[in-house]
């Protein structure tokens, strides 16, 4: 089961004192991650003020040193339209890219998804296709990019009890259909209280996923997580359990 750590986000330096904004801090994140057994890491690329970013500069900083410390980690980023609101820029952004992620999430209900997509995978790179809700899963279905996103997200809100996030994730799995499950290609994760449901929804389905500070700043017993790692062991803790048990009935 793939876990991938997402190590900030959006946020803003002032939300968590650990949140790795610099360079040298998300590569500092990557190596820890990586030692504690993710198969994957996603992050924001941030400019000198702490924002999200889709400059050449700016991302190619971040890539070259976080491959310094772990080469063989896949790295993704993310071209949400809250970084850059055209999306006209937001493609021709991608294509100035000097170095390259290993792959992208691109947000299918935002304006310019199709376009985005279609630029990230003339320069090569893979696209992960985040799905929100079902009118979002509706708009993937029908792309004629749909076949090319190597993963599908399906991200559940914040403001959601353990319960409605288990119905979320059942609507929204039930929305993509048996066949690109069968692909193995499906990551289910939350936001907020939405979170911590989403890992062990995903553990149970056999399903990859995610944690980190983007998603949620709190352990599953909801005190304040001190830094990415500590999100990362506790998501692997709840997901080794779950294998555990699963074993144990059918033995």
Not at 50 to 64: C, I, N, Q, R, Y
Not at 70 to 95: C, F, I, N, Y
Not at 102 to 114: C, I, L, M, R, T
Not at 172 to 199: F, I, K, N, T, Y
């Amino acid at each position: 089961m793939l876990l991938k750590a997402c190590l900030n986000g959006p946020r803003s330096p002032a939300e968590h004192p650990a949140l790795p904004i610099s360079p040298k801090a998300l590569a500092r994140d990557v190596a820890l991650v990586a030692t504690a057994g993710v198969g994957a890491v996603h992050f924001h690329a941030k400019n000198a003020a702490g924002f999200d970013t889709l400059e050449a500069d700016d991302l190619a900083a971040a890539l070259v040193a976080a491959r310094a410390v772990r080469p063989a980690v896949p790295l993704g980023v993310t071209t949400g339209a809250w970084a850059v609101a055209d999306p006209k820029e937001r493609a021709m952004l991608v294509r100035t890219w000097s170095v390259l992620p290993d792959f992208a999430s691109v947000n299918w209900h935002e304006p310019g998804a199709e376009a985005l997509t279609a630029a990230l995978l003339e320069r090569g790179v893979g696209v992960e296709a985040g799905l929100w809700h079902e009118q979002a899963v509706g708009a993937w279905s029908a792309s004629p990019h749909r076949d090319d996103c190597f993963r599908v997200l399906l991200e559940l809100p914040d403001g959601l009890n353990a319960t409605d996030s288990r119905r979320k994730a059942d609507a929204l799995l039930a929305a993509v259909g048996e066949e690109v499950r069968d692909q193995s290609r499906l990551l289910v994760h939350g936001e907020g209280s939405s979170c911590w449901p989403a890992v062990r929804y995903a553990a149970e389905c056999g399903l990859a996923t995610r944690i980190g500070l983007e998603d949620t700043l709190e352990l599953p017993d909801g005190s304040i997580a001190p830094d990415n790692l500590a999100l990362v062991r506790a998501a692997r803790d709840i997901t080794r359990a779950l294998d555990a048990n699963q074993r144990h009935r059918r033995s």
